[in-house]
């Protein structure tokens, strides 16, 4: 074999490895997490899926700071279900699931479910800003300057996409995930009364 020929053989399998790594990568934003990215949005197909309880892994355990400056932590939910919709200003199907997301919350209104964002780039007023254009009446941590909340739900749950949202279970693990836009307030509460149910 010829040293140009060893060269192209050599080129060609280093080639066929990165494209094989990258195949293998099923979590790319975590990965963009971990690596200090804070591009935060990965286009993807809209999915839901709901965890069996008995599948559902340890709790998730994270704190925060919120848009308003106020602390907060998965422990401020314990024995309630909790919405967690990963978002940022600028994403424009965060943008039109807003009033969604909102008639979710007023529809649970009485029951035992929270909601709280994630914002994972914007800075504090960007992010009230929306907020305020939205109608949000749930807070939002702020993760842009702290990627310890990314990876704390990264680590359990492959966030591919934004906007995600979550719903934790009254223990804090995750029930279900919708991975897309809402485009329908019931997909989310019937998740919710699903998971509210299963603790009963």
Same mark, same amino acid.
């Given at each position: 074999?010829? =040293?140009?020929?060893?060269?192209?053989? =050599?080129?060609?399998?280093?080639?066929?490895?990165?494209?094989?790594?990258?195949? &293998?990568?099923?979590?790319?934003?975590?990965?963009?997490?971990? /690596?200090?990215?804070?591009?935060?949005?990965? $286009? @993807?197909?809209?999915?839901?899926? $709901? %965890?069996?309880?008995? #599948?559902?892994?340890?709790?998730?355990?994270?704190?925060? %700071?919120?848009?308003?400056?106020?602390?907060?932590?998965?422990? #401020?939910?314990? @024995?309630?279900?909790?919405?967690? !919709? *990963?978002?940022?200003?600028? &994403?424009?199907? &965060?943008?039109? $699931? /807003?009033?969604?997301?909102?008639?979710?919350?007023? #529809?649970?209104?009485?029951? !035992? =479910?929270?909601?709280?964002?994630?914002?994972?780039?914007?800075?504090? $007023? %960007?992010?009230?800003? *929306?907020?305020?254009?939205?109608?949000?009446?749930?807070?939002?941590?702020?993760?842009?300057?702290?990627?310890?909340?990314?990876?704390? *739900?990264?680590?359990?749950?492959?966030?591919?996409?934004?906007?995600?949202?979550?719903?934790?279970?009254?223990?804090?693990?995750?029930?279900?995930?919708?991975?897309?836009?809402?485009?329908? +307030?019931?997909?989310?509460?019937?998740?919710? !009364? #699903? +998971?509210?149910? @299963?603790?009963?």
């Amino acid at each position: 074999m010829s =040293a140009l020929t060893r060269r192209i053989t =050599a080129a060609l399998a280093v080639a066929a490895l990165t494209v094989g790594l990258a195949a &293998c990568s099923s979590d790319p934003l975590a990965d963009q997490y971990r /690596a200090g990215s804070n591009k935060g949005f990965i $286009e @993807g197909s809209f999915q839901v899926q $709901e %965890t069996a309880a008995a #599948d559902r892994g340890a709790p998730i355990s994270f704190q925060g %700071t919120t848009q308003d400056g106020k602390p907060v932590s998965g422990s #401020d939910y314990a @024995g309630q279900v909790l919405v967690v !919709n *990963f978002w940022y200003a600028a &994403c424009g199907p &965060c943008r039109a $699931e /807003a009033p969604t997301l909102e008639k979710a919350v007023s #529809d649970l209104a009485g029951k !035992n =479910a929270s909601f709280l964002g994630v914002n994972i780039y914007d800075q504090p $007023e %960007t992010a009230a800003s *929306f907020m305020s254009t939205y109608d949000i009446t749930y807070p939002s941590i702020i993760a842009v300057n702290d990627g310890a909340v990314n990876l704390a *739900f990264a680590s359990a749950v492959p966030l591919t996409a934004v906007p995600v949202t979550l719903v934790l279970d009254t223990q804090g693990r995750v029930a279900a995930r919708i991975i897309g836009q809402l485009t329908d +307030a019931s997909i989310l509460t019937t998740l919710v !009364n #699903d +998971a509210i149910a @299963g603790a009963s």
